[in-house]
């Protein structure tokens, strides 16, 4: 009934933004319906589509926004009163002006040679000074581009933590399509399969993810991830990242806090419609297979054919001497979402279509309202081509040779291509309300996401007593429905002169619905002309999935989150002297449930059955469900039900102090305390047959006391030095708890969590940051991370050399780096003006790790236990080194952006012994993007090229001859041999996963009106 409810919420919300959006397009276009300040109905006219669009912030000297700022045009008369953070916009017919900006208490400034485009947006931003009361009324005149660049410094500068901005105007010059794709960009970000992130080298698990200030779950079946393609780039105003902690933030992060914005009030009104398609050079009219596929598929819901059947229960197996109810309850799993089709990979398509509207409701500017909507559709199908796979069960390439007395290389490959489809649905319906110094905004985001690829792999088993001689071939698909659902109301008031007030309510609810997963296998034979043929197994081994099962998983969260902070302003030193007190109020209700169906194959007494000619379709129909026959066995779990279920309750209260001394120095420093109590109501679990190691023995720390301390010093002007320091307490999600098993067919064995506990982490950093000019940054630093009890996922091997991956809590590590951005503009360069459209954008990052990581040791009664062990080595997907390099020219029409992004090695497997840890060999990824805009059509065309190198990706491990060894019984050493090291040598290291995701180019076309 729940599943329902959600389902017709989902539809019921889907509808309500596209009726939503056709309305309010309606209402856009209709001249009787809308109003300009003064009353007067909208022309929509060709006159009225010639105006530009006047927007920017007025902010103090320190970089905080004014409310209430009068920006006045001189030339007509006509003004605005900036909002609660100091932003404005005004249309203007073209033309040149002079823009005046008052505020009481500060001086009054004149900014001239302003100029407006038809059609364009064109920013001005001001700082101003406090006016010297000797002095009497002061009117500051100066250019715009002076202006304007002055403002926009103090921006970028106000924040007290290290951290990087990407506009929407920045992701827009790449090729990227979602967030995960996006964020590489960033100073000290790498992407995982883009979708995940690690900042400054630490892993997904160790940074944060918060939509329009709210923290958002894990969206991952087995880990702490939040996966980035959920959100396309076409909803985001901004995205902040935050790689130090103030008392206000979330402090359960270690690498970085990625904040991501959405807008509520636009800056003037439009239209915008856009659609796009790709070609991928591996994929675009090529074969792409794929299980039998739903009518709704395209749309990204399940027309019911995957649909788990009510009651399923277990019911006793006995092979030998099965009861009936066995073969009923079978006889309700036979739609066959088994059979393997083929068919031809057609061009990738997107569209979208967005609204902005806002209304001034009085003429002073001062009471507003303002809407945004957007609708984004996404169709992926493209392919992924492996070269060779040797995890799990699959043979290793390289073999020892007794002759040699050495490993070669004997040519075996085992190799495949996993086949990706994927639609994507997203909606924004934001609304924001201003009146004075008083604001209100609701805003909601709706992802829902359909993945289902197929992964088909074919080669020689380890197993096998004859293996060159009986190839196999597995195919696993996992129909995968996401849903990211996010409902926010906030509100920001000013009381009186100085005292501010916000507040937000929220709601966020993540379900991941992995609906008949299917695990198949088959083996081969030659026939009497030589030809092989692959027919289907059916009889699943104890323990495995292989080679006929299906399955459902389900997994759903719902969070509520509150919040309420208080600012106030004080004098306690003089005039050079400024004080805020800040404090506040953050909870939260979080409540997980995962659900987990898993039904083998078996067969009974079918003696004289043919395999070799049945399809699967054939062995699952209702005839077939009988002694003599086959039947559907549900795995038996340890524990009550087949659920896991969770529940945390979150309290945090803060306080803090921003002290600043003139423009010299800003201290921002507090504390925040946290009560954490998590509920485990119930967590089923499957017998972990072979591997049996002793379970660490630690307990949750309820009260979290976490400090933080951000010192800047401004010793001449545009120079920022900047020290910090600060706990963190990183903690584990639900599905980091649960402690059901899961299959990766690129892993080549199952995933499971042991008990873990929460990571304290301090953290210190220094910057020089240097700010020459608009949109310009030079900065070095240094930072340094103490992580107690860090969280690793290790890989065990059992003693059939079987391989386990484990989530678990290593005993502690030191983590450090240095970080360098280069943002600046060519403009200084005195051989043409066509130099100032020319930037160059570069950032690079250098880490270390040193951890003590635990590794499993027999006791002396026999027992594996595990011990702390110092390695000198990466943290999970830790990089020693990452830059981005790039050009971009932008102009009024024509714009040109290439990046090259690299990556060095990364830790992407840890294990027990340092000669089987797997690394990802250094990558580079080359994009450029063309863009040409039609100012009097507001028509922009873009052409994208990504992944133009056509990189391969290799996973591998260090040759085992590169590792010293015992002198007492030649066992194989952690430490490497003088003149090697970990760095990927071609020819000579052992590939283990080789794949390739081909070139991708892309064109879209934008109009907005």
């Given at each position: 009934?729940?599943q329902k409810?959600?389902?017709?919420?989902?539809?019921?919300l889907?509808?309500?933004?596209?009726?939503?959006?056709?309305?309010l397009?309606?209402?856009?276009?209709?001249?009787?319906?809308?109003?300009?300040?003064?009353g007067?109905p909208i022309p929509?006219s060709?006159?009225d589509?010639?105006?530009?669009t006047?927007?920017?912030?007025?902010?103090d000297?320190?970089?905080?926004?004014?409310i209430?700022?009068t920006?006045?045009i001189?030339?007509?008369?006509?003004?605005?009163?900036?909002?609660?953070?100091?932003?404005?916009?005004?249309?203007?017919?073209p033309?040149?002006y002079?823009?005046?900006i008052?505020?009481?208490?500060?001086?009054?400034?004149?900014?001239?040679?302003?100029?407006?485009?038809?059609g364009k947006?064109?920013?001005l931003?001001?700082?101003?000074?406090i006016?010297?009361?000797?002095?009497g009324?002061v009117?500051?005149t100066?250019?715009?581009?002076?202006?304007?660049t002055?403002?926009a410094?103090k921006?970028q500068?106000?924040?007290p933590q290290l951290?990087t901005?990407v506009?929407?105007?920045?992701?827009g010059?790449?090729?990227d399509?979602n967030?995960?794709?996006a964020?590489?960009?960033?100073t000290?970000?790498?992407?995982?399969?883009?979708?995940?992130?690690a900042?400054?080298?630490m892993?997904?698990?160790?940074?944060?993810?918060?939509?329009?200030?709210?923290?958002?779950?894990?969206?991952?079946s087995?880990?702490?991830a939040?996966?980035?393609?959920?959100?396309?780039t076409?909803l985001?105003?901004?995205?902040t990242?935050?790689?130090?902690?103030?008392p206000d933030v979330?402090?359960?992060?270690?690498?970085?806090?990625?904040?991501?914005?959405t807008?509520d009030i636009p800056t003037?009104?439009?239209?915008?419609?856009?659609?796009?398609?790709s070609y991928?050079s591996?994929s675009?009219?090529q074969?792409?297979?794929?299980?039998i596929r739903?009518?709704w598929?395209?749309l990204?819901y399940?027309d019911?054919?995957?649909?788990?059947?009510?009651g399923?229960?277990?019911?006793?197996?006995d092979?030998?001497n099965?009861?009936p109810e066995?073969?009923e309850?079978s006889k309700?799993l036979?739609?066959d979402?088994?059979t393997?089709?083929?068919?031809?990979?057609p061009?990738?398509q997107?569209y979208?279509?967005?609204?902005g509207?806002?209304?001034?409701?009085?003429?002073?500017?001062?009471h507003?309202?303002?809407?945004i909507a957007?609708?984004?559709?996404r169709n992926t199908?493209?392919q992924t081509i492996?070269?060779?796979i040797e995890?799990?069960?699959?043979?290793?390439?390289?073999?020892?040779?007794?002759?040699q007395e050495?490993?070669?290389?004997t040519g075996?490959?085992?190799?495949g291509?996993?086949?990706?489809y994927?639609?994507?649905?997203?909606?924004?319906?934001?609304?924001?309300?201003q009146?004075?110094t008083n604001?209100?905004?609701l805003?909601?985001t709706?992802t829902?996401?359909?993945?289902?690829?197929?992964?088909?792999?074919t080669g020689l088993?380890?197993e096998d007593?004859?293996?060159?001689?009986n190839?196999y071939?597995?195919?696993v698909?996992?129909?995968t429905?996401?849903?990211?659902l996010?409902?926010?109301?906030?509100?920001?008031?000013?009381?009186?002169e100085?005292?501010?007030?916000d507040?937000?309510?929220?709601h966020?609810?993540?379900?991941?619905?992995?609906?008949?997963?299917a695990?198949?296998?088959?083996?081969s034979?030659l026939?009497?002309?030589?030809?092989?043929?692959?027919?289907?197994?059916?009889g699943v081994q104890?323990g495995?999935?292989?080679?006929?099962t299906r399955?459902w998983?389900?997994?759903?969260?719902r969070?509520?989150?509150?919040?309420?902070?208080?600012?106030?302003p004080?004098d306690l030193?003089g005039?050079?002297?400024?004080?805020?007190f800040k404090?506040?109020?953050?909870g939260?209700?979080k409540?997980?449930?995962f659900?987990?169906?898993?039904?083998?194959?078996?067969?009974?007494n079918?003696?004289?059955?043919?395999f070799?000619?049945?399809?699967?379709?054939?062995?699952?129909k209702?005839?077939?469900?009988?002694?003599?026959?086959?039947?559907?066995?549900?795995?038996?779990?340890?524990?009550?039900?087949?659920?896991?279920h969770g529940?945390?309750?979150?309290n945090?209260v803060y306080?803090?102090?921003d002290?600043?001394?003139?423009?010299?120095?800003?201290l921002?420093?507090?504390?925040?305390?946290e009560?954490?109590?998590?509920?485990e109501l119930s967590?089923p679990?499957?017998s972990?047959?072979?591997?049996n190691?002793?379970?660490?023995?630690?307990?949750?720390?309820?009260?979290?006391?976490?400090?933080?301390?951000?010192?800047t010093?401004?010793?001449i002007?545009?120079?920022n030095?900047?020290?910090?320091?600060s706990r963190?307490?990183v903690r584990?999600?639900?599905?980091?708890r649960?402690?059901?098993r899961?299959?990766?067919?690129f892993?080549g064995?199952?995933i499971f969590?042991q008990?873990?506990?929460?990571t304290?982490?301090?953290?210190?950093?220094l910057?020089?940051e240097w700010?020459?000019g608009?949109g310009e940054?030079i900065s070095?630093?240094?930072f340094?991370?103490?992580?107690?009890?860090p969280?690793?996922?290790i890989?065990?091997k059992?003693a059939?050399?079987?391989?386990?991956?484990?989530?678990?809590?290593s005993?502690?590590a030191?983590?450090?780096g240095?970080?360098l951005?280069?943002?600046?503009n060519f403009?200084f360069i005195p051989l043409?003006?066509?130099l100032e459209h020319?930037?160059?954008?570069?950032?690079?990052t250098?880490?270390?790790?040193i951890?003590?990581?635990?590794?499993s040791?027999?006791?002396?009664?026999?027992?594996?236990?595990?011990?702390?062990?110092t390695q000198?080595?990466?943290?999970?997907?830790?990089?020693p080194?990452?830059?981005?390099v790039?050009?971009s020219y932008?102009?009024e029409t024509?714009?040109a952006?290439l990046t090259?992004?690299?990556?060095g090695?990364?830790?992407?497997?840890n294990?027990?012994?340092?000669y089987?840890?797997?690394?990802?060999?250094p990558f580079?990824?080359l994009d450029?993007?063309l863009?040409?805009?039609?100012p009097?059509y507001?028509?922009?065309?873009?052409v994208?090229g990504s992944?133009?190198?056509?990189?391969?990706?290799?996973?591998?491990t260090?040759?085992v001859?590169d590792f010293?060894?015992?002198?007492?019984?030649n066992q194989?050493?952690d430490?490497?041999r003088?003149?090697?090291?970990?760095?990927y040598d071609?020819g000579?290291?052992n590939?283990?996963?080789?794949?390739?995701?081909?070139?991708?180019?892309?064109?879209s076309?934008?109009?907005?009106?």
């Open positions: 009934m729940k409810i959600f389902r017709m919420l989902y539809k019921a889907s509808y309500t933004l596209t009726l939503a959006l056709t309305l397009t309606l209402l856009a276009v209709s001249p009787a319906l809308t109003a300009q300040p003064h007067q929509h060709e006159a589509l010639r105006l530009g006047l927007t920017g912030r007025i902010v000297e320190h970089g905080e926004g004014l209430g700022a920006v006045r001189i030339e007509t008369g006509g003004g605005q009163v900036t909002d609660f953070d100091g932003n404005y916009s005004l249309q203007l017919a033309g040149t002079t823009v005046e008052a505020y009481v208490g500060y001086e009054t400034k004149q900014i001239q040679e302003v100029n407006i485009t038809a947006e064109t920013s931003s001001v700082d101003l000074a006016a010297d009361n000797v002095l009324t009117v500051v100066g250019s715009y581009k002076t202006s304007n002055a403002g410094m921006i500068q106000s924040m951290s901005v506009s929407s105007e920045m992701i010059k790449t090729a399509k967030l995960g794709e964020l590489k960009r960033v000290g970000v790498t992407t995982m399969s883009n979708k995940y992130v900042v400054r080298g892993g997904e698990r160790w940074n944060e993810a918060s939509l329009d200030g709210i923290p958002l779950p894990s969206t991952e087995n880990s702490k939040f996966g980035f393609d959920l959100i396309p076409s985001i105003d901004n995205v990242v935050l790689k130090t902690a103030t979330s402090g359960n992060f270690s690498g970085g806090l990625i904040q991501i914005t807008r003037k009104d439009f239209i915008s419609i856009s659609a796009g398609t991928n591996l675009t009219f074969t792409q297979k794929y299980r739903g009518k598929d395209w990204g399940d019911g054919r995957r649909t788990l059947p009510k399923l229960h277990e019911i006793p197996f092979p030998y099965p009861v066995l073969f309850q309700r036979t739609t979402n088994f393997i089709e083929e068919g031809k990979t061009l990738a997107n979208q279509v967005s609204l509207k806002s209304w001034d409701l009085n003429k002073s500017g001062n507003r309202l303002g809407l957007s609708l984004t559709y199908q493209q492996i070269d060779h995890r799990g069960e699959w043979m290793n390439a390289k073999q020892y040779n007794k002759v050495s490993f070669v290389d075996i490959r085992n190799s291509a996993n086949y990706k994927n639609t994507t649905l997203a909606g924004v319906l934001n609304i924001g309300w009146r004075g604001r209100l905004s805003r909601n709706y829902h996401k359909y993945d289902n690829d197929l992964s088909e792999l088993s380890d007593p004859n293996p060159k001689s190839p071939r597995q195919q698909n996992y129909p429905f996401q849903d990211l996010q409902n926010k109301l906030s509100g920001k008031h000013q009381l009186g100085s005292l501010r007030l507040w937000a309510l929220a966020t609810y993540v379900q991941r619905n992995q609906k008949d997963a695990f198949t296998q088959q083996v034979r026939d009497e002309a030589g030809a092989r043929h692959f027919y289907n197994q059916v104890s495995s999935l292989f080679p006929l399955a998983y389900l997994n759903h969260e969070d509520f989150n509150g919040q309420v902070n208080v600012e106030l004080f030193f005039n050079d002297w400024t004080h805020k404090a506040g109020y953050d939260a209700f409540e997980n449930r659900e987990f169906w898993e039904l083998s194959m078996h067969l009974f079918t003696r004289g059955f043919d070799t000619t049945s399809t699967i379709a054939d062995l699952i209702e005839e077939n469900m009988r002694d003599g026959g086959f039947a559907w066995d549900l795995k038996r779990l340890q524990g009550d039900g087949r659920m896991y529940r945390v309750f979150q945090a306080a803090m102090l002290d600043r001394y003139s423009e010299l120095l800003r921002v420093w507090g504390l925040r305390v009560h954490y109590l998590y509920q967590n679990s499957m972990m047959g072979e591997l190691i002793v379970e660490q023995d630690r307990k949750e720390k309820p009260v979290a006391i976490m400090p933080s301390i951000n010192l010093i401004t010793p002007k545009d120079l030095v900047r020290l910090s320091y963190n307490t584990p999600q639900f599905m980091e649960t402690a059901y899961f299959y990766d067919p892993l064995g199952e969590n008990s873990v506990i929460s304290t982490v301090d953290g210190a950093d910057r020089v700010y020459p608009a940054v070095i630093g240094g340094y991370r103490y992580l107690d009890k969280i690793e996922r890989a065990q059992t059939s050399f079987a391989r386990f991956y484990m989530l678990m809590n005993n502690k030191h983590s450090y240095v970080e951005e280069l943002r600046k403009g043409g003006s066509w020319l930037y160059l954008n570069a950032n690079a250098f880490t270390q790790s951890v003590t990581g635990m590794v040791r027999a006791d002396e009664s026999g027992i594996l236990r595990w011990v702390p062990v000198r080595r990466p943290m999970y997907s830790q990089v080194y990452m830059y981005n790039g050009l932008e102009s024509f714009g952006n090259m992004n690299r990556s090695r990364k830790l992407v497997l294990t027990n012994q340092a089987e840890q797997e690394y990802e060999a580079s990824q450029a993007q863009s040409y805009t039609f009097k507001g028509v922009t065309i873009k994208n992944n133009l190198l056509n990189a391969k990706h290799i996973i591998y260090n040759h001859d010293e060894r015992a002198a007492d019984n194989i050493l430490t490497m003088h003149g090697t090291s970990s760095d071609p000579h290291d590939i283990v996963y080789q794949y390739r995701d081909g070139i991708s180019l892309s064109a076309v934008s109009w907005t009106f």
